[in-house]
């Protein structure tokens, strides 16, 4: 079972710019999430009659998710710092396009966004990672999983895993909302959102 949290709202979410691997820091709304998502885990844990002590926790290594962990962490009043980092829970990479807004992205390249709108799994901007290669490191990070596990990553990395686990096909999970402030239980392959 993975407890699957997207990190908190940052500015660049309200902006609506790709962050990719850029660092953004949570904004306000952003911490509030974070606690939100941990109060949701505690009645998981109640329920499911798990003690956090005993579950491993693993984050991205970007600071919008190592953020939200250590706020949940804090709000289960466990170590903050104890958590592993994973670089394969890192963002999809948007190449030229971090730090633009969908417009912008259109603008600069308009027949490469074309080509990625209409199949957004395996085309990328230059630079960029397609979601085809997060699907794969996301698959590698589940295969070495050897135990229930707390995840704090992102929206990207999410779609991605709903693929590589068979929940969702690449068409329907390429413009799937991924919720800030919400829980994602994966379990026997299926997947619940607690919100």
């Given at each position: 079972m993975i407890y699957y949290l997207r990190h908190g709202e940052t500015e660049w979410n309200v902006l609506g710019r790709l962050q990719g691997a850029q660092d953004v820091p949570l904004n306000e709304r952003g911490r509030r999430q974070a606690v939100q998502a941990a109060h949701i885990l505690t009645g998981l844990f109640r329920r499911n009659g798990r003690e956090p002590l005993s579950l491993p926790f693993v984050s991205s290594p970007l600071g919008r998710a190592r953020s939200t962990m250590e706020l949940v962490r804090a709000e289960l009043q466990l170590p903050v710092n104890e958590y592993g980092l994973d670089d394969?829970?890192?963002?999809?990479?948007?190449?030229?396009?971090?730090?633009?807004?969908?417009?912008?992205?259109?603008?600069?390249?308009?027949?490469?966004?074309?080509?990625?709108?209409?199949?957004?799994?395996?085309?990328?901007?230059?630079?960029?990672?397609?979601?085809?290669?997060?699907?794969?490191?996301?698959?590698?990070?589940?295969?070495?999983?050897?135990?229930?596990?707390?995840?704090?990553?992102?929206?990207?990395?999410?779609?991605?895993?709903?693929?590589?686990?068979?929940?969702?096909?690449?068409?329907?999970?390429a413009d799937l909302y991924i919720e800030q402030g919400a829980v994602y239980v994966f379990r026997g392959g299926a997947l619940t959102k607690y919100s």
């Amino acid at each position: 079972m993975i407890y699957y949290l997207r990190h908190g709202e940052t500015e660049w979410n309200v902006l609506g710019r790709l962050q990719g691997a850029q660092d953004v820091p949570l904004n306000e709304r952003g911490r509030r999430q974070a606690v939100q998502a941990a109060h949701i885990l505690t009645g998981l844990f109640r329920r499911n009659g798990r003690e956090p002590l005993s579950l491993p926790f693993v984050s991205s290594p970007l600071g919008r998710a190592r953020s939200t962990m250590e706020l949940v962490r804090a709000e289960l009043q466990l170590p903050v710092n104890e958590y592993g980092l994973d670089d394969r829970l890192r963002e999809i990479g948007y190449g030229v396009w971090e730090g633009c807004t969908l417009a912008e992205s259109e603008a600069s390249h308009p027949e490469l966004y074309a080509q990625r709108l209409a199949d957004k799994w395996s085309v990328c901007p230059p630079g960029g990672e397609t979601y085809a290669e997060v699907q794969q490191r996301m698959r590698d990070w589940y295969n070495s999983l050897r135990s229930d596990t707390v995840a704090v990553a992102h929206g990207g990395t999410a779609r991605a895993l709903m693929v590589a686990l068979g929940i969702e096909t690449p068409a329907s999970a390429a413009d799937l909302y991924i919720e800030q402030g919400a829980v994602y239980v994966f379990r026997g392959g299926a997947l619940t959102k607690y919100s």
